[in-house]
């Protein structure tokens, strides 16, 4: 994971024209350490994602651009499954209703047994 953000941050500083001295000074850190980044020798916690995010005049989110992509081809539910789905949760909310006011569940009605000879 340390590799495609590193490869990303280093993308985001050259489209803006920035060296790392730049950088670092922006977001208040020290050169050495964003090369550290870049290089995916050092794991930068949250508050230096935000502080760089800031820097680079971007969405926190875009610096893990490459690790997750917001990819068009990704999963959609059809309409066939959401209706499944919503069916089962309302037999699951009917169960859930009837322990919760304890009612037993409706026996159905049994065919008449036969006599026995």
Partial sequence: MLRPLGSQLRRLRLERKLSQESLAELAGLNYKYIGRIELAKADPGADVLVRLARALG?????????ITPTDSSAYRVSPADVESATDAIAMLRTVIDRM?????????????????R
Avoid: K, N
């Avoid at 971007?58 to 490459?66: I, K, R």
């Avoid at 919760?100 to 026995?116: D, K």
């Fill in 58 to 66: 971007v969405p926190v989110g875009e610096l893990f651009e490459t």
């Fill in 100 to 116: 919760i006011t304890r009612q037993p569940r409706p026996t159905p009605a049994r065919a008449p047994r036969r006599a026995r």
